[in-house]
């Protein structure tokens, strides 16, 4: 079983900083993407940002040139610097990655519980 936890989250005022960190544990072979979603209130789930295991990144269009995701694959975690925050950043960022574990060959999907972060006007 794979295991994702996400930390870094909390109240910022609009104009700050935050980074987020995910790690994931378990029987993992291999992971191909990792990802961040984020979901406001009363919508749906959105994809933030990606990078895949090349280092290739791409972002939404409405964090392009704020935040900036990396990873560390030797402790197979995955970060995202988040700067210059607006309020309408706010919601649960929840990280996600694409990994092989030793039991399956095939790929599967993992989410972790999500943090809030939360940016004041």
């Known amino acids: 079983q794979v295991q994702l936890v996400e930390s870094g989250g909390g109240l910022v005022q609009a104009g700050g900083s935050l980074r987020l960190s995910c790690v994931a544990s378990?029987?993992?072979?291999?992971?191909?993407?990792m990802y961040w979603y984020r979901q406001a209130p009363g919508k749906q789930r959105e994809l933030v940002a990606v990078?895949?295991?090349?280092?290739?990144?791409n972002y939404a269009d409405s964090v392009k040139g704020r935040f900036t995701i990396s990873r560390d694959n030797a402790k197979n975690s995955v970060f995202l610097q988040m700067n210059s925050l607006k309020p309408e950043d706010t919601g649960v960022y929840y990280c996600?990655?694409?990994?092989?574990?030793?039991?399956?060959?095939?790929?599967?999907?993992?989410w972790g519980q999500g943090t809030q972060v939360t940016v004041s006007s």
């Open positions: 990078i895949i295991s090349g280092g290739s990144t």
């Open positions: 378990g029987s993992i072979n291999s992971i191909n993407g």
């Open positions: 996600n990655i694409v990994a092989r574990t030793y039991s399956s060959s095939s790929p599967r999907s993992y």
